[in-house]
T-cell receptor, first 111, second 111 residues
Framework: KQEVTQIPAALSVPEGENLVLNCSFT??????LQWFRQDPGKGLTSLLL?????REQTSGRLNASLDKSSGRSTLYIAASQPGDSATYLC??????????FGTGTRLKVLA | DTGVSQDPRHKITKRGQNVTFRCDPI?????LYWYRQTLGQGPEFLTY????????KSRLLSDRFSAERPKGSFSTLEIQRTEQGDSAMYLC?????????FGSGTRLTVV
């Protein structure tokens, strides 16, 4: 059974810091991995999707890497801003329609 | 294209009442998903439609839950005889290929 773990559960950093969020999964037979952002009480916004054949994806200040063989992904946020404060969720799918989510990392960026 | 729409945004109901939620996916998306999210947890898969066919239901979806997607367009999720344990955020997502687009969710509170 696939399990997704995110570390740390919560993180508080001063504005301007570069930071790394971690995601690990127990079954390396994934089709793709997706990172999402969730603001309090809101739905999920897709940030980056990495196919199993890819090593990384970049969008603006965000960079996500994938090491499928070791069951790990990282989300790198450069020059963090208070507007980045949110919960970040990673999710994996084995190639079917269903994503398995981690419990998220709650990020607070202090001005 | 206005994204995935969910209605209502919030619903407070008394225990034992029936509730129905609606999801309008992105128009060209043929797949539609329902997830449930409780506080501090990642979303959990409930059910999935490809066009109008419901292809899988999670064991989380008890007999009190029913979902439909008539004509492969919008979808409804009905909960009968609500219980306090049904209190959660109900999220709808749609996709055409890889990756999801989520709606803003319906927050259900059962009192």
């Amino acid at each position: 059974k696939q399990e997704v773990t995110q570390i740390p559960a919560a993180l508080s950093v001063p504005e301007g810091e570069n930071l790394v969020l971690n995601c690990s999964f127990t079954d390396s037979a994934i089709y793709n991995l997706q990172w999402f952002r969730q603001d309090p009480g809101k739905g999920l916004t897709s940030l980056l999707l990495i196919q199993s054949s890819q090593r990384e994806q970049t969008s603006g200040r965000l960079n996500a890497s994938l090491d499928k063989s070791s069951g790990r992904s990282t989300l790198y946020i450069a020059a963090s801003q208070p507007g980045d404060s949110a919960t970040y969720l990673c999710a994996v799918t084995p190639g079917t329609y269903k994503y398995i989510f981690g419990t998220g990392t709650r990020l607070k960026v202090l001005a | 294209d206005t994204g995935v729409s969910q209605d209502p945004r919030h619903k407070i109901t008394k225990r034992g009442q029936n509730v129905t939620f609606r999801c309008d996916p992105i128009s060209e998306h043929n797949r539609l998903y329902w997830y449930r999210q409780t506080l501090g947890q990642g979303p959990e898969f409930l059910t999935y439609f490809q066009n109008e066919a419901q292809l899988e239901k999670s064991r989380l979806l008890s007999d009190r839950f029913s979902a439909e997607r008539p004509k492969g367009s919008f979808s409804t999720l009905e909960i009968q005889r609500t219980e306090q344990g049904d209190s959660a955020m109900y999220l709808c997502a749609s996709s055409l290929a890889d990756g999801y687009t989520f709606g803003s969710g319906t927050r259900l509170t059962v009192v």
